[in-house]
C-alpha cells in the first residue's frame, strides 16, 4: 500500500488503475481508525479492484469551539491497519493541499443540514459536502462508503450525489459497537474511565427507542421523552438532541408513520457523542 499526501499523485495512480479498467472505491475518514472504519474498509475491498482510504481532519467542517486542534490523529497506525485491511491507497493531504489560498467554494444541502445534529453544527454539514465533493473529484471512485452511525451525514450524501448527479454508488455500512453497546468512533478516546462507563447510557436509549417503537409506539414525543428521561438518569450525561425525523428528509416528525431516523447526541462530560437506529427502513 502506498500513502499519498498530495492531489496530483494520487490522482495519477487512480488514472492508471482506470486505464487498466479496475474498479475504484473510496473510504473517507478523518483518521484514528477503528474497528468501525474497518468495516467499512473491509466491505470496499470485498467490492472493488482498488481501494482507497483518505485520512484528512477537515478544517471546515469542525465550528469554531469545537474540537479540531485537539481531534486525535495517528497516522503510523491508520497506515498498518489500512494496509492489514487490504486498502492500495491512503491519501493524506495537508489542509493547504486540500484548501488553496482565498479557497471560497461551497457545496451545501441546507434542507437536510437544518435539523438533529445541524442544530447545534450549523456549518458541519457544508464543511462535509464540500469535502467529500473535492474528494470524489479527486479519487472519482465507483463507490464511496460511509457508515450509518453518522445517519445524516450519510442521508446528505446520497442527496448531494443525486441532486449534483456523480456517478458514484454510496454504500451505507451498519453501526459497529464496543461489546457494551457504545458505537466505536475515534472521539471515545477523550472519555476518561468513568465517562466511558457513562457513555453506555446512549446505546441502552437506543435499544429503549426501538423497542417502544417495535412494541407500536407511534408518537414521536413519547419516544422521544421516554428517551430522554433514561439519559438524564446518567449525571455524566447532558442531552444536546433526541429526535425522531423522517428517514429521507431528516425533518423532525410527530407520528412515526413512514420510515423513521431517531438519532441523538449527548455530551458526557465535554465530549459530544451521537447514535441513532433506523425503524421501517434499512437504508443500507
Ligand atoms: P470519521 O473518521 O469519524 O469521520 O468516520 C469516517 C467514516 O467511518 C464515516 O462514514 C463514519 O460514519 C464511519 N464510522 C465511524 N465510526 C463508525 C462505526 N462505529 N461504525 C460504522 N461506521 C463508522
New binding site residues.
Partial sequence: MQVFSTVEEIRKIVKGWRREGLSVGL??????L?E??R??IDCAVRENDRVVVSVFVNPIQFGPNEDLASYPRNLEADTILCEKAGAHALFHPAPEEMYLPGFCTFVDVPDLSRFLCGKTRPTHFRGMCTVVSKLFHIVMPDRA??????AQ??AIVRRMVRDLQFDIQIVG?????EPDGL????RNTYLNPEERRAAVVLSRAVALGREMMEHGERSAAAVESAMKCLIEQEPLARIDYVTVADAQSMTPVERIEGPVLCAMAVYIGTTRLIDNFFFGDPLC
Fill in positions: 473510504v473517507p475518514t478523518m483518521g484514528f477503528h468501525g472504519h468495516s467499512l462508503y460511509f457508515g450509518q452511525k453518522d451525514q450519510l455500512c451498519p453501526i459497529i459497537r458505537a466505536k468512533s475515534s
